[in-house]
RNA sequence: GUGGGCGUAGCUCAGCUGGUAGAGCUCCUGGUUGUGGUCCAGGCGGUCGCGGGUUCAAGUCCCGUCGCUCACCCCA
């Protein structure tokens, strides 16, 4: 025998009983998001890498070490998406969706490629749910799409959630502010612990999240991006606190809330379940009103939001999902020659429209009869070429038929119940 | 990239101080039963992750390596 194969490293396959699960999950998502009248979206798997270099922005860890990126053949170098948001507004601005009603309420669920080292919640071939609307900057699109993730956590019982919640501002003060905090840092440096040093460059947000004494102590004082905001990035977040304030979602302003890509400019928010492991994200997002300029599009402000399938089917639990019914199985001797009225009835009854299964392994009648209560089938026949024994499971009854009667007197019977 | 834990049948695992592999479940067959479920018997299935080393002898000791997993970093 050969070398036995695997699957790589961070990728893992979707086995039957767990594929239940995940197709309850799309079904509970695409109702809740069309319903509020996202229209569904593919795009494809890899795109050229610029629309993620723009995009998603050179300086963070998916751009810089994360991409599965090649050459397309013809010298053209591709990456396999790390994300969605950007390949969206890329969709929207080439099929020039500007001319469309506003805003484009767009949803999708696709796998997606990052080159991270995996562990529990984190795969190198993962998916998402996520949600964007392009097109309006009012702050009910914030509010709903935070509203809209709310209740599909909720449908899905994650358990253990919080939401937190900040704003960014716009791209500028969020620079500046940064520059600040990076001055702030440099001159409280020997307060700070290594780490935390190495990083003021790198990661300067990062200080907030330490839980060194000496740092915390420091950064007690140190300035907070939310009290930079102008005047109508702060008028926009309070607009957008008041709608979720009046439809009920509990939430927690944290000036600290940092989101790992660089489109994000205003409302920015992140849901968190502490029934799961060190990667405690389940979905989050925020607005990006300048990304489908960076893109090549006209300045459009957009907001959306995505989800870790993984994560929220381990923080939901494995709800069980009963196997589909099956109508009838068809057993047979194949001893007697009977295999080929066998497979007529079984094509048959799924002209009708019945759920048949046909014996295909050659099992004994012992073994037909155990593998038909296995499967569950309310019909068990037993076919021979003239005569049929039809035999009900649920009432526990059965009769002789003439095979070529079998489907009808099933659905006859069916219509009388 | 760094560190902790783990790698024996498809699955869950036993194999004490080294003596050339076991159980339960699953699957299949036969018997029993009311033609299933129960019960009985049998069968399929493993180069003990891989490669070296020590030894008369290694799943068991030593070294290396690969893989899985969890955590750091970052994110969904």
Redesign the pocket.
Known sequence: ?S?RL?????T?DVLPQDAGARAALEATARRILEGAGYARIETPAFEHTEVFARGVGAS???VQK?MYTFDDGGGRSVTLRP?GTAPICRAYAEHGMHKLPQPVKLWYLSS?F?Q?????????Q???VGAEAIGSDDPAVDAESIVLLSTLLDELEVGGLRLRLASLGTLAARHAYREELQAYLRAHADELSA?VRE?ID??PL?AF?SDHPGTRAAMAGAPLLLDHLDADDAAHFAAVRELLDRAGIAYEVDPTL????DYYTRTVF???SDA??????????GRYDGLVEMLGGPATPGCG????????LLAAGGMPVAAPPVDLYVAFDDAAGSRAAAFAVADEARSARLHAQLEL??????????????IDARY?A?VSDDTT?L?D?HA?E?HGVPTGDVVAWILRERGMR
């Not at 695997?6 to 961070?10: D, F, H, I, M």
């Not at 991270?116 to 190198?124: D, H, L, V, W, Y």
């Not at 799961?276 to 997002?285: D, H, N, P, R, T």
């Open positions: 025998m070398e695997q699957v790589p490293r961070g893992y963070t860890d998916i994360e994300e997606f990052r991270e080292k995996p562990q529990a919640g984190r795969f190198r993962f998916w998402q780490d990083r790198l990661n990062r999240d940092v989101r790992g890509l992140e849901f968190t799961l492991g060190a990667q405690s994200g389940v979905g989050g997002g939001w995505a989800a870790g399938i993984e994560r929220m392994a050659g099992r004994s009648r012992k073994g037909q009869l155990k593998h038909a209560d296995r068990v037993v024994v035999r499971r526990g059965q």
